[in-house]
């Protein structure tokens, strides 16, 4: 996958819906994973580091809403365009407070739901960008993305490649959890090997490099069942 290819999971019931707009979202060149209930978008975002959750309101089982709520309540805080079929004003407000950033309501024009993703895409990479230009402060620690650098006390502490390169991965994304998938396509771009456990050894090197205990992160905590998730202020 190209390293500019933005990745989306597109979750909708209806199977002619789902094919033709997943087919027009990768003849624009985004990678497209789809799926048909709450359950197989859970195994999408475990498996992928998606930019962007397209995510059906009527669904039977559990619905976009409780889908949408229950994701933003674990702190997966992945973008979601919410589509329905009603054009109930009341749906729409529910859908935002449930924490969608945003709603398109069947039918759709292919074209506009691709100005909806491209917006919202801008609007998180320039925060990103924004986020690079500083220092990264959390505890005593001072996490420098320009130059390469983590300090502790204004004294400079060693760090290598791969362990800069995965910091900034949870830095980027504080609060938010992380498959070994997810981290493991982040960092270096690629798929975790089902006997890859690469990812848990330099976790625990910068453990030893940033916490107290390591055998008790406050900042880089294991997230059961699921991953890890950096949290700055030491919850």
């Not at 949408?68 to 309540?73: D, I, K, S």
Request: proline fraction near 5%.
């Amino acid at each position: 996958m190209s390293e500019n290819q933005h990745v989306l999971a597109l979750i909708d019931d209806d199977p002619k819906i789902l094919e033709l707009t997943a087919k027009y979202l990768r003849d624009q060149e985004f990678t497209v994973y789809t799926g048909k209930n709450g359950r197989e978008l859970d195994e999408i975002i475990k498996k992928y580091a998606a930019d962007l959750i397209i995510l059906d309101l009527m669904m039977p089982e559990e619905s976009g809403l409780q889908i949408c709520q229950r994701l933003r309540v674990n702190d997966v805080l992945i973008p979601i365009i919410m589509l329905t079929a009603k054009g109930d004003e009341v749906d729409r407000i529910v859908g935002l407070e449930m924490g969608a950033d945003d709603y398109l309501p069947k039918p759709f024009n292919p074209r506009e739901l691709l100005a909806r993703i491209n917006a919202i895409i801008r609007r998180k990479e320039t925060f990103s960008e924004k986020l690079t230009t500083k220092s990264i402060k959390f505890g005593s620690f001072l996490f420098n993305i320009q130059n390469r650098s983590l300090s502790k006390d204004g004294k400079s502490i060693s760090i290598t490649t791969g362990e800069f390169n995965l910091l900034k991965v949870f830095t980027e994304r504080p609060k938010q959890p992380l498959s070994r998938d997810q981290i493991m396509q982040l960092a270096r771009g690629k798929e975790l090997d089902v006997f890859d456990r690469s990812i848990d050894v330099q976790i625990s090197r910068i453990r030893k490099l940033i916490e107290d205990d390591p055998n008790n992160p406050k900042y880089l905590q294991t997230k059961w069942g699921f991953g890890y998730i950096f949290n700055p202020d030491g919850e």
